[in-house]
């Protein structure tokens, strides 16, 4: 989803960290349309844990590459090996390959996930905070920001990872993340249509926009290396707000008529996760670093209703 | 060395975590005696990152496993492909090997370092502050840790991590570590050979013997799964002292003539590696869970003295 709307991005904006865009290869597991641009797009679908699947993406030598890649944290959790491989293997192949093809240096910008922190939590989690997964899809994602971290101190690339706070509200179907209810509770009675909440409204989560997510990757993309310094992963910004405040803006957005599409049917095995996600973050690194996230859960819906339902 | 001293205390102690000592299996990459013991002992000079070694290891399925292999840090960090490979890949193959034997489920002690740790550091580390490597060997070991727990939270095996402080004094000859000089400033002139202090007496760092670190392995193995938690790496205890103190401590053993053995010969290139070190670990979870080690530098020497000198 976020590959999809980031490659809107560079195919609109026809440039990327202030340069033009000379060509563009996307990479994916499942097949999909390659978009209309004004230079060059080719597309490739192939699973990059594949035996020399990973050498020949890293032979093509790019200036910038996006690691979205990988497997949810439901399905991670779900199937062991299955995990490890798309995100442990996988991103190492990708990494190993572009170590391998030392004539360029690319910035590489890697999507990982506030999964990487597990409780016991402070109220806000601030950069030193240490991070201790306790999924296996945090434990996998945190492995790949330490290869990136290490892989770009020895010079091989020039890496930035990026922690996402919970994307919302996430347009179409719900996919196997344990966090799908807090874009469903607003998506689906924008559309009409009935909404599950399975937690209390007192939890309180942080989340940003796919359009903030889109704009996090472009700007680590345009980071001068320097400036990042030796800690490569950031935690991003967002909006912390409870559950009550999402609902409160949904009503502000759409009237009472749309929140009463929400049914409270708490499922202790959803809330039984949710106790042990991270609540607010800081973010005063990525904040100084220039990552901007929106300042209300009033414009994430906004947001959603400009980009998804035409305005 | 530590794998050595571990195998003597079981031979001598014929028990461990309360039982007595069935068989006892060695491994390693380069070949060794066996040693004489009341119980069966069997050795096995191989590479747990070789197709088939990880396997043939899982299907012994002992009760207790002490994972100590591994490249050291300078080697690591020269050779970047053999310490991936060796701390990582070897590392992992064995967790996986233990997985598919499900039908045990043995406490795993892993030898981690404070390598996982890197700068910039408060005066004291306490056990909540984020370990970020700045070496590959820490990454590696910090991964080691991850999976340790992600494997331990999915059931596959009962593990605990080490972050060993550094071991001082280290009988025998200097290895690849860059920490070697802290060891040999005591051991040299204890032997009436010269030594040389390539950093300033006024860097801090913390220490413990090999006995104790041995120590510390035997208490893993015999410790409650549950009193241990989620968190499965431990910050362990040891003595903080700057190499002045320590040098105070080998004139009390052993007097000026042994001082004046060594040479302060400043080496930048060492210099720069230890300033990025930590210096001082609260260790508190560790100090609750009963782990112990010298409270002196001066029984720091005591126990060289004691274990490697006949006293």
Redesign the interface.
């Known amino acids: 989803m976020i590959g999809r709307k980031l490659t809107e991005r560079l195919v609109s904006d026809r440039a990327l960290a202030g340069q033009p865009i000379a060509s563009l290869h996307l990479q994916d597991v499942v097949a999909f349309d390659p978009p209309a641009a004004e230079f060059t797009v080719t597309t490739e679908t192939s699973d990059v844990a594949d035996p020399g699947v990973a050498d020949a993406l890293g032979a093509r030598e790019a200036d910038v590459i996006f690691h979205l890649a990988g497997v949810v944290s439901g399905e991670a959790e779900a199937d ?1 090996a299955k995990g490890y491989r798309a995100n442990l293997d996988g991103t190492r192949a990708l990494f190993d390959a572009i170590r391998r093809h030392e004539a360029t240096k690319p910035r590489l910008v890697y999507a990982s996930s506030i999964a990487v922190y ?1 409780a016991p939590f402070p109220t806000v989690i601030d950069d ?7 999924t ?1 899809y945090g ?1 996998q994602k ?2 790949g920001e ?2 990136l ?2 892989y770009t ?2 010079g091989f690339f020039d890496g930035v990872g990026l922690r996402l706070p919970t994307i919302c509200v996430r347009p179409g179907k719900p996919n196997r993340a344990a966090s799908g209810f807090f874009s469903s509770i607003i998506r689906e009675p924008l559309a009409g249509k009935e909404a599950v909440l399975p937690v209390s409204r007192d939890v309180v989560h942080t989340h940003a926009s796919p359009r903030s997510a889109v704009g996090f990757l472009l700007h680590a993309a345009a980071l001068p290396s320097d400036a990042i310094g ?2 490569r992963n950031l935690t991003l910004p967002g909006v912390a707000v409870s559950v009550d405040e999402q609902i409160e803006a949904l009503r502000r957005a759409a009237g009472n008529a749309a929140v009463a599409l929400i049914r409270e049917e708490p499922d202790p095995a959803v809330a039984a996760i949710v106790d042990f996600w991270p609540q607010r973050f800081e973010a005063k690194r990525a904040r100084a670093l220039g990552f901007v996230a929106e300042t209300s859960f009033d414009d994430i819906i906004r947001a959603h209703v400009e980009d998804e339902l035409d305005g």
């Open positions: 062991f597990g030193d905070f240490q991070p201790v997964p306790l296996s434990s945190l492995i330490l290869l971290t290490d101190r020895r030796a800690r």
